[in-house]
């Protein structure tokens, strides 16, 4: 469940930030394993 809280925080910076459209983000999303998008919020609060 952690992992979808990081993914949409992460998506709606990304969206944000670039504008770019949030079902983009999501499809590259989908295709990752849970633990890199975990990781990769993990980087993101450091």
Same mark, same amino acid.
């Given at each position: 469940?952690?992992?979808r809280t990081v993914a949409a925080e992460i998506t709606s910076t990304v969206a944000e930030t670039f504008g770019v459209?949030? =079902?983009a *983000? *999501?499809?590259i999303? &989908?295709?990752l394993p849970r633990e &890199? *998008? =975990?990781k990769s919020g993990e980087l993101l609060s450091n």
């Open positions: 469940m952690r992992s459209d949030p =079902a *983000i *999501i499809v999303f &989908n295709e &890199n *998008i =975990a």
